[in-house]
Each structure stands twice: as structure tokens, then as C-alpha cells.
């Protein structure tokens, strides 16, 4: 099997692990960025509790702990979509650029070495790649994490109005008013499937719409061109470091990656 390859699925099995040990944090982030009513009052005049522990307590307590890993399945097949073939592209793009370097550095142009700027180059293109090939697979995955809080604010809405109702009705219409009140309560979000959201997304912006957000995507490629680019050049001089000028260079372990 080739480097890339194994590179490629080390990736897609490290990214998973560590997907399903953060998904409930992630849930609740995307749900933070899209919350458009943070800015409302409880009724005792306070400001609302916006806090991650408090979101994700009233997350567990509206939704049941399934809330925290609404659309996981397809963010499992996402991450390792994207970690795997980030991986498999960054390796192959690393050999062919590692191959140039010493070639140049046998004819005395350079040290034999990738430098900084190269890593940052090879880092934007597999990331890139990434993007481009999974940003789908994203959109479904951000549309399932934020649709149950869309339907919950919908219910809450339609309480709001009984609740007022209820206040100006009188005492013959007041009973039936809160047989509703109590029907609309017991409600809970609808099941929000993978397909569901799929035909959704189609249908209301064609093909293009899953490739929405594209663009800043693609600009926040620079966050893990900057990381392996500071990666490599330090994993390059841990390696230096204990191997002196012994080749083949030793093997860093998992705790010095």
C-alpha cells in the first residue's frame, strides 16, 4: 500500500475517534452561530444563559442526549471523507515536493530540504481538494444539526401565541385553550433524515446549493496551511535533533506529533 494511502486512511480513523469525542461540543457551536434570538430577554429582565454548559444541559433536557449527535452519521462519513483524502493528497503532494528538494539539493541548490513556504503550499492545495470534493457531504451535515432548533423555535412561537390567547379569552374558551397548550407541549422535533435533508437542500437551490458557502470555506483553508506548515517545520527539527546527521532520520513518536 502506498504512503498516501495509509496516510489517507490514518486520517479518516483518527478524524472519526476524534469527531465522535467533540460532536456534542460541535452541535452546539453551529447551533450558537446560528442562533438569531441570543440577544432576547428572559422574562425577569436578565440576559439570556448563552453559556456552552447551559446549551448543552438544555439541549439533553429538550432533545434527550440523541440532540447532541443530531446528523452524526453523516458528519462520521464527512470527516472521514475529508480527513482521508486531505491526507492522501497532502502525502502525495509532500513526496513529489520532498523528491524535488533533494534532487536541487544533490546539484547544490538548497539543503535537500522542504521549506515553510512549501509546506504552506502543499498544505492549501490538499486542503482545497478537501473542500471542493466534500462540501456537500458539510451542508447536509449543518443542515441536520440546525433543523431540530429551527422546529423547536417554531413550537415555541406557536406557545407564545396560545399563552397570549389565553390571556385575553374568557373563562368558556380559557379550558380549551389550555388542552392545547398542554397538546403543544408534548410535541417534540420531527426525525430529520439524511435523504430528508438532501431533497431539501435540491430543492431549494438545485445542485448549486450543496456547495453553498464555498468560498469562505475555501479561505479557511489558511487555518490547516498554517498548522502544518508549523508542523512540519518543527517535526523537521525535532527529527535533526535526535538523529544529528545519521540517516535515515529516526521516527518521531505520538507524543512529540
Known sequence: MSSAAVNGLAGAGGGIIAQ???YPLQTVNTRQQTERSA?????GGGPTDTSTLFQLLQLIQTEGWGG???GLKPSLVGTAASQGIYY????ILKNKVEHVAVARGKKGLGDGTVGMLSWLGIAAVAGSINVLLTNPIWVIVTRM???????????ESKKDLLLNEIYRANSLEVSILKDRLVKLESEKPHPYGTLQAIREVYRESGIRGFWKGLVPTLIMVCNPSIQFMIYETMAKRLQSKGSG???????LTAMEV
Request: glycine share 0%.
Open 68 to 70: 447532541l449527535y443530531s
Open 88 to 91: 492522501y493528497f497532502y502525502q
Open 245 to 251: 546527521k545519521q540517516l535515515p532520520k529516526r521516527n
Open 39 to 43: 440577544k432576547k430577554r428572559k422574562p
Open 20 to 22: 465522535i469525542i467533540t
Open 145 to 155: 444539526q440546525t433543523h431540530t432548533q429551527a422546529e423547536r423555535k417554531i413550537l
